[in-house]
T-cell receptor, first 113, second 118 residues
Framework: AQSVSQHNHHVILSEAASLELGCNYS??????LFWYVQYPGQHLQLLLK??????LVKGIKGFEAEFIKSKFSFNLRKPSVQWSDTAEYFC???????????FGTGTRLQVFP | GAGVSQSPSNKVTEKGKDVELRCDPI?????LYWYRQSLGQGLEFLIY????????KSGLPSDRFSAERTGGSVSTLTIQRTQQEDSAVYLC????????????????FGPGTRLTVT
């Protein structure tokens, strides 16, 4: 079955630290990948997405993610986190033969000043 | 334009009662999804409607759960004989999925309904 894995369940960082959140997917063919973010008390919103082309995708608020096909990964990165990045982050994938997004279980990020 | 709206925002119900949760998707969006978000469980897919196709009900946890989408717009998720383990935030999302333009598959989420079963 198609699945998305996020191995970091809870990450705690100090401000200015670098961030990398892991995401792996199980699809074998063409895949489209997304990162969503849920700030405390707010809706889920799209952070960035990859469909094709440059595997390094830039998103909002200084986030980026790199699609590495050989590793089935789409890790989220930010060089210097801020307290306001405290949120829950969800990776999602859309396989070539389905029109249903599959979400990972999420990673809770806490950033301390 | 308005985003996805859900009502009620909070619902407290007694075990054994039925509840209905409503979702108003973004106008023109063809696809509508229901998810359940429980603490530490991430986003659990429940059901998916796309246009006039038969819904994908593969995520519904039991036959106490059902959903309908009337006129291709508003959707109602019904939970019968609620149990305490049904307590969660129920999220609705919609997207405009043309089938060809993959960039249209971005899902827009509503604020959710927090269900508490006592």
């Amino acid at each position: 079955a198609q699945s998305v894995s996020q191995h970091n369940h809870h990450v705690i960082l100090s401000e200015a630290a670098s961030l990398e959140l892991g995401c792996n997917y199980s699809y074998g063919g063409t895949v489209n990948l997304f990162w969503y973010v849920q700030y405390p008390g707010q809706h889920l919103q799209l952070l960035l997405k990859y469909f094709s082309g440059d595997p390094l995708v830039k998103g909002i608020k200084g986030f980026e993610a790199e699609f590495i096909k050989s590793k089935f990964s789409f890790n989220l990165r930010k060089p210097s986190v801020q307290w306001s990045d405290t949120a829950e982050y969800f990776c999602a994938a859309l396989g070539w033969n389905t029109d249903k997004l599959i979400f990972g279980t999420g990673t809770r990020l806490q950033v301390f000043p | 334009g308005a985003g996805v709206s859900q009502s009620p925002s909070n619902k407290v119900t007694e075990k054994g009662k039925d509840v209905e949760l409503r979702c108003d998707p973004i106008s023109g969006h063809t696809a509508l999804y229901w998810y359940r978000q429980s603490l530490g469980q991430g986003l659990e897919f429940l059901i998916y409607f796309q246009g006039n196709s038969a819904p994908d009900k593969s995520g519904l946890p039991s036959d106490r759960f059902s959903a309908e989408r009337t006129g291709g717009s508003v959707s109602t998720l019904t939970i019968q004989r609620t149990q305490q383990e049904d307590s969660a935030v129920y999220l609705c999302a919609s997207s405009f999925q043309s089938g060809v333009a993959v960039s249209s598959y971005e899902q827009y989420f509503g604020p959710g309904t927090r269900l508490t079963v006592t």
